[in-house]
């Protein structure tokens, strides 16, 4: 890695609380920031990220195109016209993104052959996808719809329930949030299998290990299938009708990546008969859900709008990560956290 300049200028290109900036600041003598919130779209919680675009007179689209010409560093891609990165940022060295996907938006920005290197905001969301994760599994392995629903009715009627101990999960994505998944999960007594692209030794959380391309001997065995998992042409589609079918009756599926990677017809279909008993989907193909989508009325379907990781506490764990290779950076000797492979595509 080339070391930087004396100086670096620091553009943060979306919404952070002012003792956050501060703290980049104050991270090194050498780091100069660029902050101006009023020039950026207006959050609509404490770490969103995309926001409301606001309406910018012609003095302040100067000034904001301004600020992208010289920086080196940005957090975050520009929320203006992020596919003229490299024309509007001829400085440009690195991008912090701010999600743990970054392959769509790198694709999407005509970033895919750029001189530049992009690092994730991967594990920054583990913990509240996990619990997600594990909220929407409870919901259904508890048999909760029924309760709800008995409520609305006045129904008193006692059925017998189901338990977690003793089922067996397929985590496909064995990184940063599929891991504390089956952490969350070996609490509850479930064994997990982890699913990564090369193979890996067995290690926990994991009782097993398998790569990519031996997920269906897995799949009659996994009464809980979860997706955390990059978004890759290796990926797209990997979930279909076969796969579905493939499941034990009433197996539970839950998907933390991106929404491509299952077939959601095929989904909603299964989920209709009862061959998949319940999903949990904070994605879908189509973000918002398309309006005629079987997936907004059935009773078997646990929806949040891509926004299950939106917690307070996320742009400082992102701080925290950019901070530090802020340090390995400047120092040119350490290879960056989380550095986007462009060939894999994550």
């Known amino acids: 890695m080339t070391v930087p300049d004396p100086c670096v200028d620091v553009l943060v290109a979306s919404y952070l609380e002012q003792d956050l900036v501060e703290r980049i600041a104050r991270s090194d003598p050498r780091v100069r920031v660029a902050y101006a919130p009023e020039l950026l779209p207006c959050p609509r919680w404490p770490s969103d990220h995309v926001g409301v675009p606001r309406e910018l007179t012609a003095d302040e689209h100067d000034r904001w195109t301004s600020m992208l010409h010289t920086a080196d560093v940005m957090f975050d891609f520009d929320w203006r016209h992020p596919d003229r990165t490299l024309e509007q940022s001829p400085n440009l060295k690195w991008i912090q993104a701010t999600s743990a996907g970054a392959g769509q ?12 290197t992009v690092t994730t905001a991967a594990g920054v969301h583990a913990d509240p996808l996990a619990e997600f994760a594990l909220a929407g599994i409870l919901h259904f392995a508890r048999g909760l719809p029924r309760l709800v629903a008995d409520r609305h009715t006045r129904t008193w009627r006692k059925q017998e329930t189901t338990e977690l101990a003793g089922r067996h999960a397929l985590i496909v994505g064995a990184g940063k949030i599929g891991s504390r998944t089956a952490e969350l999960l070996r609490c509850f007594a479930v064994t997990s299998t982890g699913v990564a692209r090369t193979p890996r030794p067995a290690c926990a959380p994991f009782d097993a290990t398998t790569t990519t391309d ?11 299938l979860v997706i955390s998992c990059a978004l890759t042409d290796a990926t797209r589609g990997l979930i279909g009708p076969r796969e579905l079918d493939a499941l034990p009756r ?10 491509p990677i299952i077939d959601e017809d095929a989904l909603a279909e299964a989920l209709s008969t009862g061959r998949v008993g319940g999903a949990v989907l904070d994605v879908t193909t189509t973000e918002p859900l398309r309006e005629d989508s079987p997936l907004w009325t059935a009773d078997n379907v646990l929806l949040s709008p891509h926004s299950a990781a939106n917690v307070p506490s996320e742009n400082g764990k992102i ?23 462009f060939d894999a595509g994550y």
């Not at 031996?214 to 809980?224: K, S, Y």
């Not at 925290?320 to 350490?334: H, K, P, T």
């Open 214 to 224: 031996r997920i269906a001997e897995h799949l009659p065995t996994a009464d809980i």
């Open 105 to 116: 938006l790198v694709e999407k920005f005509g970033l895919s052959s750029a001189p530049l």
């Open 319 to 341: 701080v925290d990560l950019f901070v530090e290779n802020l340090g390995r950076y400047l120092s040119g000797e350490s290879a960056l956290i989380n550095e986007f492979d």
């Open 250 to 259: 009433g197996a539970l599926v839950v998907n933390l990546g991106r929404g």
